[in-house]
Every structure is written in structure tokens, then in C-alpha cells.
């Protein structure tokens, strides 16, 4: 990741779609979801191509529920989804690429960001800092994937000045 070009401005066009009332009790979540997807992709931007754009949903757990089951065979809720988009054909031109989309779900990151004892606002970060590194090919399957991926992860949190969130608060974090 050293000696890379920084992301150019404007290189990736990010909508937010707030389609869940419960969303409102954060302030500033549209906000929060773009700063961490963009810091994400600041943190590649060797693997972003430009021009490109994404969407973030944030939805509630029956909305990402239907989406788990229809796309994942996992009939519950979770707390992000990430749909990475395939390539545009070589014979267009002039388009953003799409990167895909990252879906989160309000009543599920709240549970959970109580459960660890961190505040929603970095919770949800953490969340679509992890929903846009899938829409760029990280993986977490093979434990060498998942060490990179989470590796990367703690980074750009710390960036923003988020501690681990891998660290449990027993953990001393």
C-alpha cells in the first residue's frame, strides 16, 4: 500500500439510500457510512478503478433478512451485505465502473455495538469499511484472507480513530 497515488477526488461517486426509519436515532449516518467508504478505498485505491461508484443501504433486519435469504440461503438477519458488481464490457466507455453495493442493517449493528460496548457511529463504520474492501475482492474465508482483510481493517479504523474492533472489551479495548 506505500507509494501509491491517494485516491483522486471525486473518483468514486458514493449513494447513500436511508430506506429505514430507525436510522434517523443516529445522527449523521449518511455521513458516517460515505467517510468509511471512502477511507476504505483510500486505503486501495490501486484496486479502485476510476471513475467508479457504489450505493450504501441502510435498511432494518427484515429488509437485509429477505436479501440474506434470497441471495445466501441464510433465512436471518446480519449485519452487512455486500453485492459486488461485475465488471462493465471492454466496449464501454465513458461509465463509472460500478463497485456494487454495501447493506446494512440498523437493529442488528445496534445490538451488536451494545453487546461489545462501542459507540453505533464506529460500529457502523467498521461495518461499511468491511462491506466495501468485500466489494473490492477481500474475503475472509481462508484464514490468510481473513488476517489481510482484518489487518486492513484495524488500519483504516485507526485512521479514523477507532480502536480494533476485533478487541473485545475484556480484552482490554
Same mark, same amino acid.
Given at each position: !500500500? $506505500?507509494?501509491?497515488?491517494?485516491?483522486? =477526488?471525486?473518483?468514486?461517486?458514493?449513494? &447513500?439510500? &436511508?430506506?429505514?426509519?430507525?436510522? @434517523?436515532?443516529? =445522527?449523521?449516518?449518511? /455521513? *458516517?457510512?460515505?467517510?468509511?467508504?471512502?477511507?476504505?478505498?483510500?486505503?486501495? =485505491?490501486?484496486e479502485v478503478p476510476?471513475? $467508479?461508484? !457504489? @450505493?450504501?443501504?441502510?435498511?432494518?433486519?427484515?429488509?437485509?433478512?429477505?436479501?440474506?435469504?434470497?441471495?445466501?440461503? !441464510?433465512?436471518?438477519?446480519?449485519n452487512v451485505l @455486500?453485492?459486488? $458488481?461485475?465488471?462493465?464490457?471492454?466496449?464501454?466507455?465513458?461509465?463509472?465502473?460500478? %463497485? +456494487?453495493d454495501v447493506i446494512?442493517?440498523?437493529?442488528?449493528?445496534?445490538?451488536?455495538?451494545?453487546?461489545?460496548?462501542?459507540? *453505533? $457511529?464506529?460500529?457502523?463504520?467498521?461495518?461499511? &469499511?468491511? /462491506?466495501?474492501?468485500?466489494?473490492? +475482492?477481500?474475503?475472509?474465508?481462508?484464514?490468510?484472507?481473513?488476517?489481510? !482483510?482484518?489487518? %486492513?481493517?484495524?488500519? *483504516?479504523?485507526? /485512521?479514523?480513530? *477507532?480502536?480494533?474492533?476485533?478487541? %473485545?472489551?475484556?480484552? +482490554? +479495548?
Amino acid at each position: !500500500m $506505500a507509494d501509491t497515488a491517494p485516491l483522486p =477526488p471525486d473518483a468514486v461517486e458514493i449513494d &447513500v439510500l &436511508v430506506e429505514a426509519p430507525q436510522w @434517523s436515532d443516529l =445522527p449523521d449516518a449518511e /455521513g *458516517i457510512a460515505v467517510g468509511a467508504a471512502l477511507a476504505a478505498l483510500a486505503a486501495v =485505491p490501486e484496486e479502485v478503478p476510476a471513475p $467508479a461508484e !457504489m @450505493s450504501i443501504t441502510l435498511t432494518d433486519d427484515a429488509h437485509i433478512q429477505v436479501l440474506n435469504r434470497e441471495w445466501r440461503d !441464510m433465512d436471518k438477519a446480519t449485519n452487512v451485505l @455486500s453485492f459486488p $458488481a461485475p465488471e462493465l464490457p471492454e466496449d464501454v466507455e465513458d461509465a463509472p465502473q460500478p %463497485l +456494487g453495493d454495501v447493506i446494512v442493517a440498523y437493529e442488528t449493528l445496534k445490538r451488536e455495538a451494545e453487546l461489545e460496548e462501542k459507540p *453505533i $457511529a464506529h460500529h457502523l463504520t467498521h461495518l461499511v &469499511v468491511h /462491506g466495501t474492501l468485500h466489494l473490492l +475482492g477481500y474475503d475472509h474465508i481462508e484464514d490468510d484472507e481473513a488476517e489481510e !482483510m482484518e489487518g %486492513l481493517e484495524r488500519q *483504516i479504523l485507526a /485512521g479514523l480513530g *477507532i480502536d480494533d474492533p476485533y478487541r %473485545l472489551p475484556q480484552d +482490554g +479495548g
